[in-house]
């Protein structure tokens, strides 16, 4: 019961600040969500992002951040990958993908492996939290290509915990 308090109150607070987001004149369009799913082959991760793409002068600017984490289980081996700066922010409808510079971490056979690369993450909003939502829920796909090789990782499954919002504002064409 408390864990179920504390997520609703976490979506709570998320929706709360993007709802003042969405109504601040220079805001284009948005991201944001966190949650836990589990992948099609039975993987497990967590999911944290934000973007939002802001009017400044005559131009746009994106803004934002990723993190996502693999758990170590018999399926898949523990994953980090983080996107400090956010540089690209596209919305269609409900849909949304962000990409930018990032960084996976793991363990390899020989000790720990930090790769550079790019990160791009599909986001896909069309449940509401305390709504029937039937059999729809949020979903995303991360995909991470190493800069230096042909190494990739990838990962993408539904929601079983916590919520996504995708906005975009009529006619900004972001």
Known sequence: MKKQT????TIALFTLG??????????????????????????????DFEAVRVKKDDKSEVKGRIKFEQIANDKGR??????????????????????GPA????????GPVRLEGRAVLMVIDQARPGQN????????RIRFKAKDSDRTFEFGGALREGDFVVFKKQGSGA
């Open 6 to 9: 504390l997520v609703l109150s």
């Open 78 to 99: 523990a994953v980090f990958i983080g996107v400090r700066m956010v540089g690209e922010l596209k919305v269609t409808d409900n849909k949304a993908e962000l990409a």
């Open 18 to 47: 993007f709802a003042q987001t969405a109504d601040r004149p220079d805001v284009l369009a948005a991201a944001h969500g966190r949650g836990a799913a589990l992948s099609e082959d039975g993987r497990r991760g967590h999911i």
């Open 133 to 140: 939502n039937g059999d729809k829920k949020d979903g995303f």
């Open 103 to 110: 960084v996976l971490e793991t363990k390899g056979e020989n």
